[in-house]
């Protein structure tokens, strides 16, 4: 069974910074991209960035609203995929999902984790 | 970068009612388009990718069609298990685009 668990997250100052970790298990990690999506509370879904398998070249990707503050990286190894959150913003406040992309580049997201709250917050 | 948009923003419906979400690209995206059902606090679901495929154990009453800029998403028999928001996302490059969704519930 595919499973991923998101863990990190919490309550964080503006300007500080967090890391968030995916944990994935039940299917070959390294085969996959994978995708971290927030949800502000009471809004939609917004994708924050991916990672490609290594078979791609394992390069990222990012939305505009985070790039140069965030970083996603993984560990195959470990089956864990990693969001470096820095410079973070009350905007930022948001649930955020990891997602398994059903290719090793571009695609849907066919599983998901249940989400970790991060609030930033003085 | 290429917008999502999505019509109606809301929607309610009789059960057994078919109910049609429309999607919209600001560019042509061929089929790279595909749907998710969050249900009220719970975790988004897959429902369909390349457009018109069915995620397996998705019911059947869900579908989907489309190419290029504009696709929809019909549930053919609403359901009381149907009360959602509905996604659509395009995911054939960067950025990967959600839309805005639309909220389905029951008249």
């Known amino acids: 069974e595919v499973q991923l668990v998101e863990s990190g997250g919490g309550l964080v100052q503006p300007g500080r910074s967090l890391r968030l970790s995916c944990t994935a298990s039940g299917f070959t990690f390294g085969d996959y991209a994978m995708s971290w999506v927030r949800q502000a509370p009471g809004k939609g879904l917004e994708w924050v960035g991916f990672i490609r398998s290594k078979a791609y070249g394992g390069t990222t990707e990012y939305a505009a609203s985070v790039k140069g503050r965030f970083t996603i990286s993984r560990d195959d190894s470990k089956s864990i995929a990693y969001l470096q959150m820095n410079s973070l913003k009350t905007e930022d406040t948001a649930v955020y999902y990891c997602?398994?992309?059903?290719?090793?580049?571009?695609?849907?997201?066919?599983?998901w984790g249940q989400g970790t709250l991060v609030t930033v917050s003085s | 970068d290429i917008q999502m948009t999505q019509s109606p923003s809301s929607l309610s419906a009789s059960v057994g009612d078919r109910v049609t979400i429309t999607c919209r690209a600001s560019?042509?995206?061929?089929?790279?388009l595909a749907w998710y059902q969050q249900k009220p606090g719970k975790v988004p679901k897959l429902l369909i990718y390349a457009a018109s495929t069915l995620q397996s154990g998705v019911p059947s009453r869900f579908s989907g069609s489309g190419s290029g800029t504009d696709f929809t998403l019909t549930i053919s028999s609403l359901q009381p298990e149907d009360v959602a928001t509905y996604y659509c996302?395009?995911?054939?490059?960067?950025?990967?685009?959600f839309g805005p969704g639309t909220k389905v519930d029951i008249k």
């Open positions: 560019q042509g995206i061929s089929n790279y």
């Open positions: 996302q395009k995911y054939n490059s960067a950025p990967i685009t």
């Open positions: 997602t398994r992309s059903d290719y090793g580049d571009y695609g849907w997201f066919d599983y």
